[in-house]
Nanobody, 119 residues
């Protein structure tokens, strides 16, 4: 069984920064792409950023130039550095990992971490 656990959320003022982390645990697996998604109250979950196993990133237009996704393959961990935060970035942030084992391929999700941007 694979688990993804996020950390690093919290309350921050507009213009501030936060760094989210998501670590995958378990055994006998490999993760290809990893990503961050977010869901604000009353809205659908949306893509924030993804990163391939070789480190190629992709960003939603709304976060380009402000957020940076990175990963440490040795630690099965993905990070999201969020700068110049805006109130509209307020949401629950989820990480997702595309997991491969000898038996199956499956997308695993973390439990989510709340990010609130408010003065």
């Amino acid at each position: 069984q694979v688990q993804l656990v996020e950390s690093g959320g919290g309350l921050v003022q507009p213009g501030g920064s936060l760094r989210l982390s998501c670590a995958a645990s378990g055994s006998g697996f490999r993760i290809t792409s990893m990503g961050w998604y977010r869901q604000a109250p009353g809205k659908q979950r949306e893509l924030v950023a993804t990163i391939t196993s070789d480190g190629s990133p992709n960003y939603a237009d709304s976060v380009k130039g402000r957020f940076t996704i990175s990963r440490d393959n040795a630690k099965n961990t993905v990070y999201l550095q969020m700068n110049s935060l805006k109130p509209e970035d307020t949401a629950v942030y989820y990480c997702k990992g595309a997991v491969l084992t000898v038996a199956y391929a499956f997308d695993y999700w973390g439990q989510g971490t709340q990010v609130t941007v408010s003065s």
